[in-house]
């Protein structure tokens, strides 16, 4: 078992930016791909960026290359989202989840996940 918890999120205005945190337990952390989705209002959960163990390899969506970095400190347990520029299509409710294995830009592919955390960025 994993338990993930997220933090971080908020009300930001447009053009500014935010760090999501997600602390893990429950597992070796070191040995974890993590991966971070959102949900935006009436959307399907969408694949935001992906983590392999040691931070050495990232992955995001098409779409927000450039304005989303994901990164990793195994010392806290904690994969964390820096969002820059963000716009109000940007508000959405943003998740971490642990990587099972097979494609992983698809959620059916993590198997744990946190509770989430709102992030509504204004105009």
């Known amino acids: 078992q994993v338990q993930l918890v997220e933090s971080g999120g908020g009300l930001v205005q447009a053009g500014g930016s935010l760090r999501l945190s997600c602390v893990a337990s429950?597992?070796?952390?070191?040995?974890?791909?993590m991966g971070w989705f959102r949900q935006r209002p009436g959307k399907e959960r969408e694949f935001v960026a992906h983590i392999d163990q040691n931070g050495g390899s990232t992955y995001y969506a098409d779409s927000l290359k450039g304005q989303f970095t994901i990164s990793r400190d195994n010392a806290k347990n904690t994969v964390y989202l820096q969002m820059s520029s963000l716009e109000p299509v940007d508000t959405a409710v943003y998740y971490c989840?642990?990587?099972?294995?097979?494609?992983?830009?698809?959620?059916?592919?993590?198997?744990?996940w946190g509770q989430g955390t709102q992030v509504t960025v204004s105009s």
């Open positions: 989840a642990v990587f099972t294995g097979g494609v992983i830009y698809s959620a059916n592919h993590y198997g744990y």
């Open positions: 429950g597992r070796t952390f070191s040995s974890l791909r």
